[in-house]
Structures are given as structure tokens and as C-alpha cells.
């Protein structure tokens, strides 16, 4: 009996085990799918950022080309665009910004009227000294 119940418990374990290797294998090769797929597409972002860097030819090294542009022909300030100062007014709107005390005690925070009522303290700063003392 008792070797009839280990050759039982053998046969669930291996069932087990052969369920988790099949579980095992299909996870392995979604991943190594995924990987191929993630590799081209890094392949096929690499290729668009060489394109771009191609089509930009930066090179800092060369004074920035003649304005082409008549309506800025006319002008003296070449580095000014009509289209910063629209930006700039754009940047200035803005969301409120709200700024909340980390302590509930309103005597560390006075009122602006507390302020004037109070004596202004006595200053502790001294004259310096010269670093080279004359004689007297």
C-alpha cells in the first residue's frame, strides 16, 4: 500500500510539474516575442532619430544662415521673432499657486498689523575691523 500511494503522489507531482514546464515554455516565448518586437521598434527609432540628425546637419561650428524672410528684412534686431513675443504672453498665464503653513500655530505666522506694533529688535552687527591696522 504504502508504495502504491508514492507511485500516486509521483504521478500527481510529475502532472504538476509538466503542467508548470508547459505554463513555463509559453510564458518564454510571449517574452521573446515581445523582446523581438521592443528590438524593432528600438531599431526603428534609432533609424528615425539618424534620419532627423541628417536632415538637421547642426553644426555649431558655422555662423547661422542670412534670413531669407522679407518681413525680416527690414529690420536691425535679427534675433528678435514675432513669435516670442506671443510666447512670452503665453508663459505669463499662469495657474495660482497656493502656499500652506506646516504648522497650525498662528503666532509663528503674525498678522502684517502685529508686525508694525512690535519693537523692532537691536541690531548685533559690528563695524568690521581692518585687516591691516594702521598705527596711531
Same mark, same amino acid.
Given at each position: 500500500?504504502?508504495?502504491?500511494?508514492?507511485? /500516486?503522489? =509521483?504521478?500527481? #507531482?510529475?502532472?504538476? %510539474?509538466?503542467? @508548470?514546464?508547459?505554463? !513555463?515554455?509559453? *510564458?518564454? /516565448?510571449? =517574452?521573446?516575442? #515581445?523582446?523581438?518586437? %521592443?528590438?524593432? @521598434?528600438?531599431?526603428? !527609432?534609432?533609424? *528615425?532619430? /539618424?534620419?532627423?540628425?541628417? #536632415?538637421?546637419?547642426?553644426?555649431?561650428?558655422?555662423?547661422?544662415?542670412?534670413?531669407?524672410?522679407?518681413?525680416?528684412?527690414?529690420?536691425?534686431?535679427?534675433?528678435?521673432?514675432?513669435?516670442?513675443?506671443?510666447?512670452?504672453?503665453?508663459?505669463?498665464?499662469?495657474?495660482?499657486?497656493?502656499?500652506?503653513?506646516?504648522?497650525?500655530?498662528?503666532?509663528?505666522?503674525?498678522?502684517?498689523?502685529?508686525?508694525?506694533?512690535?519693537?523692532?529688535?537691536?541690531?548685533?552687527?559690528?563695524?568690521?575691523?581692518?585687516?591691516?591696522?594702521?598705527?596711531?
Amino acid at each position: 500500500k504504502d508504495m502504491l500511494s508514492q507511485i /500516486k503522489h =509521483l504521478r500527481t #507531482e510529475n502532472t504538476t %510539474l509538466l503542467s @508548470e514546464s508547459q505554463y !513555463l515554455s509559453v *510564458e518564454k /516565448k510571449e =517574452l521573446q516575442d #515581445e523582446t523581438s518586437a %521592443l528590438e524593432a @521598434e528600438i531599431g526603428r !527609432l534609432q533609424n *528615425e532619430v /539618424k534620419a532627423r540628425e541628417a #536632415e538637421t546637419n547642426l553644426d555649431l561650428n558655422l555662423a547661422p544662415p542670412e534670413i531669407q524672410h522679407p518681413e525680416f528684412a527690414s529690420h536691425n534686431n535679427y534675433m528678435r521673432l514675432p513669435a516670442s513675443e506671443h510666447a512670452f504672453q503665453d508663459s505669463q498665464i499662469m495657474n495660482p499657486a497656493y502656499v500652506f503653513p506646516f504648522s497650525s500655530n498662528s503666532q509663528v505666522y503674525p498678522a502684517p498689523d502685529a508686525t508694525k506694533s512690535t519693537a523692532t529688535p537691536t541690531s548685533t552687527v559690528k563695524k568690521p575691523q581692518p585687516r591691516y591696522p594702521t598705527p596711531n
